[in-house]
């Protein structure tokens, strides 16, 4: 199944090349044939429950640009090669300020600015591109757009049911940024998301005396970076979808492990894990939050292991980092590190203890006003205490612990949290003072997540130790008076995870 439709903006070549493949019928007698005879019933549009929050966190928005016009694009297709485009996903911050999630919707944009009337309240007006009529060619014709190609789309009147939010046609967009805006009204836009929005911020500015190109970006940024800080602190529409996320997570898990004997048998046990974690993420969420991390023996200790191609052995360990996303695009992060054949060995206990001392110490005080670069420090404290009865540290705990020792960070690189939401290292345009430097406040949401990690050729390890790498990973929420694991409900002890283990596998 192949598009027989030139794309926007291809040149004449691209389009020359296409139609030589393109086998659409252009007569009339056509054109009328497939306008007519369609059920055109639509069923009742439903109100989502995301609709009664966005409009508290639109208002907490204006608050901070008084006098701004506010662009929020969704993005655009993003080519995976030739004619193919990867599945849609929108921006964050759209997708936050909207309440739309999952594949929705290309090209769109949101505009948000402060009431005339009552400035501390928000006005926003959501443009997209509704479903074409049965007589265009973009309803059978084209094959990003057309609903024999991509399914039904929805009209203005349907989605303004879902998000609470006045529609408009996309068509109209121009004429609406450009209405009012000069030295009373501002105009901003996040950057990096829509070329052609983008553009058309700056040709509206530059016609109404305001500031473009470069000279613009600083203040375009802080739109980018107040929405990461806005997000710091979940609402309770958030904090339920987190627990969903982590739920479907945590089912992913069990059926990975379920699966295990399916990959130890096969030479490349690690995709069989991927996979079927993926299935998972893909019946009970949109996917996955991020590529999932499938890293048995060795691979444990590359972090960023996605190419999951390795075998999976018995008597090595698995580390798997995997979160599901669920249709409003907030993910779960959890990593757990199991023992292939349901048991641990001395060595694999061992570290994995030293791990979960330096997860618990974490747990034990996070708690609101502590600072979140805190966390980091604490779990450092035992990984180091870990690191020097072994021998391996070339200095005292306190040189290592020190901004210019450090060395513990050969077997620890990362670090030990970071926020979570709709993005799984989210918020991160906050500035330093509201992230790392902030305090905790309840309704945050982070991982808590150290690890050691041994490679297998580091000779100054005692070699049962090199090539075990362990990260255990949780999600929490603080709370007023500590933090709340969302992931609790996946074993963390060794003990815990043999019975989870057996109990799974019959
Ligand atoms: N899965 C990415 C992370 O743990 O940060
Ligand atoms: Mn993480
Ligand atoms: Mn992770």
């Known amino acids: 199944m192949n598009d027989t439709t030139p794309a926007k903006n291809a040149d004449a070549e691209i389009e020359e090349r296409k139609s ?33 929050f966005t409009p508290a966190r639109l208002n907490r928005l204006v608050a901070e640009f008084p ?14 090669s030739n004619d193919t485009d990867y599945r849609f996903r929108p921006h964050t911050a ?34 997209f591109k509704p479903r074409a009529g049965r007589d265009t060619e973009e309803f059978y014709a084209d094959s990003r757009y057309g609903e024999l190609w991509v399914g039904r789309r929805p009209t203005l009147d349907e989605v303004e049911t879902r998000i609470g939010i006045p529609c408009a046609h996309i068509d109209t967009l121009r004429d609406r940024l ?7 009204l501002n105009l901003l836009v996040v950057r990096d998301v829509d070329p052609g929005i983008e553009a058309m911020v700056d040709e509206v500015r530059g016609q109404n005396s305001l500031s473009t190109g470069e000279q613009a970006v600083a203040e375009h940024d802080r739109l980018a970076e107040f929405a990461s800080e806005q997000r710091l602190v979940k609402d309770e529409f958030e904090i339920g979808e987190m627990r969903k996320a982590v739920a479907a997570t945590i ?12 990959a130890v048998a096969h030479e490349r046990g690690e995709r069989v894990i991927e996979g079927v974690f993926e299935m998972t993420a893909r019946t009970e969420g949109n996917g996955v939050g991020y590529d999932t ?50 048991k641990f060995s001395p060595v694999q206990r061992k570290i994995y203890e030293a791990v979960l001392e330096a997860a618990d110490a974490v747990f034990a005080v996070a708690k609101p006003g502590m600072k ?95 090539g075990i790498g362990v990260r255990i990973e949780d999600d929490v929420l603080v709370t007023e008076d500590g933090v709340e694991n969302l992931s609790a409900a996946i074993p963390r002890t060794p003990d815990e995870i043999e019975r989870w283990m057996a109990g799974l596998r019959g």
């Open 20 to 52: 030589a493949r393109s086998q659409r019928p252009t007569s009339q007698a056509f054109k009328e044939f497939i306008a007519k005879d369609w059920d055109d019933t639509l069923p009742p549009a439903k109100r989502r429950e995301v609709a009664d």
């Open 67 to 80: 006098n701004t016009r506010l662009v929020f694009p969704a993005g655009v297709y993003k080519v995976r």
């Open 94 to 127: 759209f997708a936050y300020y909207t309440g739309l999630g999952t594949d929705e919707e290309p090209d769109s944009v949101l505009v948000v600015e402060p009431s005339r009337e009552d400035p501390a309240r928000a006005e926003a007006t959501y443009f």
């Open 178 to 184: 450009a209405k009012d805006v000069g030295p009373e």
């Open 251 to 262: 089912a992913g898990f069990e059926d990975v492990v379920r699966h295990l004997p399916r």
């Open 293 to 342: 991390i499938a890293a048995a023996g060795p691979h444990a200790c590359t972090l960023h292991w996605i190419r999951n191609d390795g075998k999976v052995r018995e008597g090595e360990m698995v580390l798997i980092d995997a979160g599901v996303e669920v249709d409003s695009l907030y993910t779960a992060d959890i990593t757990r590190s199991i023992p292939i054949n349901g």
């Open 372 to 466: 979140f670069r805190e966390l980091h420090q604490t779990a450092m404290q035992v990984i180091v205490r870990k690191l020097d009865e072994w021998d391996l540290l070339p200095c005292s705990q306190e040189e290592s612990l020190s901004p210019d020792g450090q060395f513990h960070r050969r077997y620890m690189v990362h670090g030990t949290s970071h926020h979570l939401g709709m993005d799984v290292h989210d918020c991160a345009q906050a500035r330093r003072e509201m992230y790392l430097d902030a305090e905790l406040e309840p309704g945050m949401v982070f991982t808590i997540e150290p690890g050691l990690y041994f490679m297998e050729n580091d000779l100054t390890v005692p070699e049962e130790m090199r």
